[in-house]
């Protein structure tokens, strides 16, 4: 535990230096490649940082978007996605999300629609990329057609990781998607939004306790009165 917190100031100051940080989760079930897709990408660079608090692999990646540094936390799971669903914290400020499913293993394809309900529930705006991993295996199956990314208006790529067969593609178009969320999307608003309903809420509460003290005053503005 307290190792843990250790190696958070270290992250924080690499975050310090970044124009702009962005996180990327991957879903789907066990075994589909998750994890050699993105070690797959990451290759030389990456240093993975095993949080077990949190039951997961943090890799992280420095690029450059447009000019800008961006810093890319591209979280992996531990093994929990077996309970076919994921602790809340995996998807809390998400800004994409790389699904994948086994072209060998139909219930892997199968599985996508629980997995995109569950992302939707808690992230329903974030971009997300489809993909159809271990092609290698069978390189037959790029001619069949899996609809469910087209159904749901999202990307959708034939991959392997163990080939690298647009693996490249898939990160960097994610990367990019992510920060166009970020900069464009209402969440930094609707902090700032709970913010203040927070604020006025805590000064209604203080007013209110003060009113039990005091006389009741005479409300200041009567609704509608504008
Ligand atoms: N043939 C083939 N096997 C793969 C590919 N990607 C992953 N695997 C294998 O599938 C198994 C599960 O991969 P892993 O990355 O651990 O899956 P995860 O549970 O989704 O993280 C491992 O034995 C991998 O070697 C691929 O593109 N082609
Ligand atoms: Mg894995």
Known sequence: MAGDAGELPELDLEKYDADECVKIICLGDSA????????????????P????????????????????????????????ERFQSMHPSYYHKAHACIMVFDVQRKITYR?????YKELRDYRPEI?????????????KVTQRSFNFA?????????????????VVKVFKDAIHRAVNYKQNS???MDEVMRELENFELEQREGNSERDEEEEEEE???????A
Do not use: H
């Not at 589909?32 to 240093?47: A, C, T």
């Not at 599985?111 to 997995?115: D, F, G, L």
């Not at 409300?219 to 009165?225: A, F, H, Q, T």
């Open 32 to 47: 589909v490649g998750k994890s050699k897709l993105m070690e797959r990408f990451l290759m030389d660079g990456y240093r």
């Open 49 to 80: 940082q095993q949080l077990s608090t949190y039951a997961l692999t943090l890799y992280k990646y420095t690029t450059t978007v447009n000019g800008k540094t961006i810093l890319v936390d591209f979280w992996d799971t531990a093994g929990q």
């Open 111 to 115: 599985n996508m629609a629980n997995w």
């Open 127 to 139: 971009p997300c990329l489809v993909v159809a991993n271990k092609i290698d295996a069978d390189m």
């Open 150 to 166: 087209k159904k749901q208006g999202l990307p959708f790529y034939f991959v392997s990781a163990a080939d690298g067969t647009n």
């Open 186 to 188: 209402s969440d930094f």
């Open 219 to 225: 409300p200041k503005e009567k609704p509608g009165s």
